[in-house]
């Protein structure tokens, strides 16, 4: 059953804050992945400690990188239920975690940060594996 | 294994009392073909409650124990199990899941 959303909201805010698109449909989540072009990075967000600790801020400094995605959305797991299953039905083959980070190039899934790699690490760890990816998957 | 007894809704709470390990993602590997990947939940006294629990046997489908695990550090594990009590005399290691790789 969702929380309360007066108390997630400041769990969307903190993403959104930064430019983070939130796609609260399925529909949205569609339209944000039609787009093959360049480089996307999707977030699954989520009630828990280790987003709160560790996921939103981590990605907060990662965005602030000198390579970054050219798109990036979010979802919210346990709230927007339809998008978030959108969202996992482009990635069917990994099993579902939240959060975890999905980044795409030119459509294509390239890298994957699931729960477990997130868990109970500061956010300069996130951050730091986020920005190595950036630079692997999205540079040149 | 054993089935604990279910634990009430809302077990995605952190509990400050459960240790290090509570709600880490961890590979439990026992003395014998079982595997288990799954969140920590406690250790009690007659073992370890695992959550959201995959369950490999060393060799099933032709794949061992650390492939199985190498696969899933890199994605994450499928839930098979809502919950799992492992006796603490077939656990031989305890491990994080992002630490497992080979």
């Known amino acids: 059953m969702p929380y309360d959303p007066v108390l997630v909201q400041p769990m969307r805010d ?4 930064v430019g983070i698109e939130e796609l609260e449909t399925a529909d949205a989540v ?4 039609a787009d093959k072009s360049g480089s996307a990075m999707l977030v699954i967000n989520s009630v828990c400690g280790c987003a709160a600790g560790s996921a939103r801020p ?5 965005l602030r990188h000198e390579v970054t995605p050219d798109r990036v959305a979010t979802v919210f797991a346990g709230q927007d239920l339809d998008a978030t299953a959108r969202a996992r039905s482009h990635f069917a083959h990994i099993p579902p975690s939240s959060p975890s980070i999905a980044l795409f190039r030119d459509g294509d ?6 729960r477990h790699q997130i868990e109970g690490r500061p956010p300069q760890t996130i951050a730091a594996d986020l920005m190595e990816a950036f630079n692997e998957h999205l540079a040149g | 294994m054993r089935s604990p007894r279910p634990l009430p809704d809302g077990n995605n709470a952190r509990h400050a009392d ?11 590997d026992t003395t014998g073909a079982e595997l288990y990947i799954g969140r920590f939940f406690e250790q009690r006294g007659d073992g370890i409650v695992l959550l959201d629990v995959a369950r490999h046997r060393d060799g099933a489908n032709g794949v061992s124990k650390q492939q199985y695990v190498d696969t899933a ?4 594990q499928w839930k098979e199990l809502a919950q ?3 006796p ?7 491990t994080r899941l992002a630490d497992a790789r080979a």
């Open chain 1, 14 to 17: 903190e993403l959104t804050a």
């Open chain 1, 30 to 33: 569609d339209r944000f992945l």
């Open chain 1, 58 to 62: 981590g990605i907060k400094m990662a």
């Open chain 1, 109 to 114: 899934l390239v890298f994957m940060y699931p």
């Open chain 2, 18 to 28: 459960k240790g290090d390990l509570h709600g880490i993602t961890v590979v439990v």
């Open chain 2, 73 to 76: 550090a890199r994605y994450g």
């Open chain 2, 84 to 86: 799992v009590l492992v």
């Open chain 2, 88 to 94: 603490l005399p077939e656990v031989r290691s305890v």
